[in-house]
């Protein structure tokens, strides 16, 4: 075998047994769900479940009460659906305006909200339950959706960087031929950065549809559930968790989450390489 050959055999060999390594846990929680609860981790070792119990399935659907699984997929979607609109828009105004407009002070409140990103959650936690309280906005989406509308630092800082690398040359252009700044960040800014909104878009329907602590902390009613508190709530401190039924509904709930990512995995990369290419 010639080297060239030996080396790209390697890497294969190399790239797949990692590829394995990463989705054995995935691989593990399948089997799993068609376990009978109790032998889960008994037989854990063990793969191949003896029998399948496709019980599971039809017994975490059922869900808890009056309410399905599926009315939590829905409330789930929606909240998904609120937030994801919500940073689109506000991320990418506020990115076209740190990179295009000239104002006071604009590299210190640039500064500013990068160092938010290095406040953890837990600190404006208490804060933030306090002012929703008292707006009268508990136990609904609104505590969980409003706050995205006024901008995620991640998401602005990825769109920044990648507004920096279209030519300023097209938004003179624009403006010579009558477009005003809106016009130039709707018709011009807007089109060449699909990449990256693809981007904000992907990661923010994974971090939104797997987030626990904001629906925990503001809501309260069961049939404002999202997934990740359903999947909760088949856990049980003073009777038997049923196990089975959580790992089937994790399954279904990872179902969008893999086709999100196959569908659009190219922008992702797209997106956070070509942010990078300018300062």
Not at 37 to 44: C, G, K, Y
Not at 123 to 132: A, G, T
Not at 262 to 279: A, C, D, M, N
Request: aromatic share 18%; hydrophobic share 55%.
């Amino acid at each position: 075998m010639k080297p060239k050959h030996m080396k790209k055999l390697i890497y294969h060999v190399l790239v797949g047994g990692f590829a394995i390594l990463l989705l054995y846990p995935v691989f593990w929680l399948l089997m799993s769900s068609f376990k009978v609860s109790e032998q889960i981790f008994i037989t854990a070792d063990v793969l191949i479940p003896d029998p399948f119990v496709f019980g599971n399935y039809a017994q975490g659907w059922q869900g808890f009460g009056d309410y399905s699984f599926g009315v939590f997929i829905k409330n789930t979607a929606v909240f998904v659906l609120f937030v994801l609109i919500g940073h689109l828009i506000s991320c990418s105004l506020i990115a076209f305006g740190f990179a295009r407009l000239k104002f006071a002070g604009r590299n210190f409140w640039f500064a500013i909200m990068i160092m938010t990103l290095m406040l953890p959650y837990e600190v404006v936690m208490i804060p933030q339950y306090i002012i929703f309280a008292e707006l009268g906005w508990l136990n609904s989406l609104k505590p969980l959706v409003v706050p995205a509308y006024f901008g995620h630092p991640f998401f602005i800082f990825l769109l920044v960087q990648f507004i920096r690398t279209i030519p300023r040359e097209l938004d003179e252009a624009a403006i010579i031929d009558g477009c005003n700044t809106f016009s130039v960040y709707y018709r011009i800014i807007l089109p060449l950065i699909t990449p990256a909104l693809a981007t904000t878009a992907i990661f923010t329907f994974y971090w939104t549809w797997d987030n626990l602590l904001g629906p925990v902390l503001f809501l309260n009613s069961p049939s404002k559930y999202t997934v990740s508190m359903a999947l909760n709530m088949f856990l049980s401190n003073e009777t038997v968790s049923n196990w089975g039924a959580m790992f089937a509904m994790s399954i279904v709930s990872l179902v969008p989450v893999f086709i999100i990512f196959f569908i659009f995995q190219r922008y992702v990369v797209e997106g956070i390489s070509t942010s990078g290419l300018k300062g």
